[in-house]
């Protein structure tokens, strides 16, 4: 069975960084993509970044120059080192894999962004 594992989440003034890891367990291939999706209250689930096996990205515009996606392909693992947080960043973030058409997600992490 697979599954996928986040930790790193928490608490973070403004302004400062927070990074999530990603582990993926019970699988014996390599996801063809993983990433990370975001769900605020009330709001639907979106997609913040994703990067495939080949090295190809993906990004939110919200967050491009501020967050970064990256992978050990060999390991099924994804990290997202996210810096200048801000209040809007609140959300509970989701690790994603994908293969062979199906798609895969971690029970999710709380990332909150307040003073």
């Known amino acids: 069975q697979v599954q996928l594992v986040e930790s790193g989440g928490g608490l973070v003034q403004p302004g400062g960084s927070l990074r999530l890891s990603c582990a993926a367990s019970g699988v014996f291939f390599r996801l063809s993509v993983m990433g990370w999706y975001r769900q605020a209250p009330g709001k639907q689930r979106e997609l913040v970044a994703a990067r495939t096996s080949g090295g190809s990205t993906n990004y939110a515009d919200s967050v491009k120059g501020r967050f970064t996606i990256s992978r050990d392909t060999n390991k099924n693992t994804v990290y997202l080192q996210m810096n200048s947080l801000k209040p809007e960043d609140t959300a509970v973030y989701y690790c994603?894999?994908?293969?062979?058409?199906?798609?895969?997600w971690g029970q999710g992490t709380q990332v909150t962004v307040s003073s």
């Open positions: 994603n894999g994908q293969s062979l058409g199906r798609d895969y």
